[in-house]
Each structure stands twice: as C-alpha cells, then as structure tokens.
C-alpha cells in the first residue's frame, strides 16, 4: 500500500552533492513530495530532504506535528528553497539526522531565518522561522547543498559520530 523511500545513510556521495533547482513543482514532483512526506513520517522525523532518498532536485518536506501523537498533520512542501533573511542572533540546539541514524549533536545557526519557495501548488511562497522549525528549515537547506550537520563540528566529534554510525552498521543495527 505504502510505497516509500529508502533513506540513504552516510557515507555516501549523494549526500555530499548538490541538488539542481527544479523547473516548475509538476505532478512528478508533487508526487515525489507526497513520497517524502510518508517517508518522513514512517522513519519517523520532522524533515527531509532529496539527496536524503538518492534524488538530486531541490526539494524538501517537513512536519514538526507528532500525527502519532493525536497532532494533526501540518505538512510543508518547498521546492527550490531560498534563505532570503537570517537573523544576527544565533540559536544552539541539539540535531539529529535520519541520514545518521541515533547521533545527535549541538549546532549553532542564525535564530531566525525567511525562506523564499515554491510550494506544493508551485506558487511562491515565504516562511519566516524560529526555534525547532528554523533549525530544521536550515538543516534541509543544507542538504540540498551537501552539507550535513556533522561538518559543523570538530573533527574530532566528526569522527566518533561517523565511526559510530559504522559499527552500527556492522552490528545490523540499521
Ligand atoms: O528528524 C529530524 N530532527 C531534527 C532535529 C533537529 C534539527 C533538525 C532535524 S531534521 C531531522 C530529520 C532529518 O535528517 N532531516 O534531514
Ligand atoms: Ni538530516
């Protein structure tokens, strides 16, 4: 019933690529979006971004409703993504990636961010963001860009994180 995505977890280059702007939100892409959409929420988690289910176009989901929880579903779709305002004032939170399964770490970003887009319907549209949803907003920006929230830290911290997700792996654990 349920067709989803597979997540791709790190290594992997698709990860570190940067994803091409689309042309106009079709019906392929409002069909890969409602993909996302579930695959999100089945993982589950409150974003996610092309590169993160092997796709290269400039596309993300979000949702920071917990459906599970009785919430109703409060989905964002946003093609083509751009940071338009950030704030001086900078935000540290704890993140986590679906791309590197149970690591999570502080990250610094700008506290507020507007973000310029098309949405589900193709039309423009703009978002301005605080707290969890402007970290997240930021963190799938990122994505599309090839950047994870693990290049933000130490190598050190770096390393353990990515030597971690490989015993994990090793361990059948994900
Ligand atoms: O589920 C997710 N939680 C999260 C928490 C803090 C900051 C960003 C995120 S996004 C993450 C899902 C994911 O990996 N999106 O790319
Ligand atoms: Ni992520």
Do not use: W
């Not at 989803?4 to 790190?10: A, E, M, P, Q, S």
């Not at 993160?52 to 989901?61: F, I, K, P, S």
């Not at 964002?76 to 149970?102: D, K, T, W």
């Amino acid at each position: 019933m349920s067709d989803l995505y597979d997540i791709i977890i790190t290594p992997d280059p698709v990860l570190k690529q940067e994803a091409q702007p689309i042309n106009k939100v079709d019906a392929a892409v409002q069909k890969q979006m409602d993909k996302m959409l579930e695959t999100m929420y089945e993982a589950p988690g409150i974003g996610l971004a092309a590169n993160q289910v092997g796709l290269l176009n400039r596309v993300l989901v979000m949702d920071l409703a917990h459906k599970d929880d009785g919430e109703k579903p409060n989905p964002i779709f946003m093609a083509n993504p751009q940071i338009i305002y950030e704030s001086e004032e900078m935000s540290v939170m704890q993140e986590g990636c679906l791309s590197i399964p149970r690591q999570y770490a502080d990250v610094e970003r700008p506290a507020i961010v507007r973000v310029k887009y098309l949405d589900y319907n193709g039309k423009d549209a703009e978002l301005e963001a605080e707290g969890l949803l402007s970290h997240c907003v930021q963190h799938e920006i990122d994505h599309l860009n090839g950047v994870l929230f693990i290049d933000y830290l130490s190598s050190l911290k770096r390393n353990m994180i990515l030597r971690k997700v490989e015993k994990l792996k090793k361990q059948n654990i994900i």
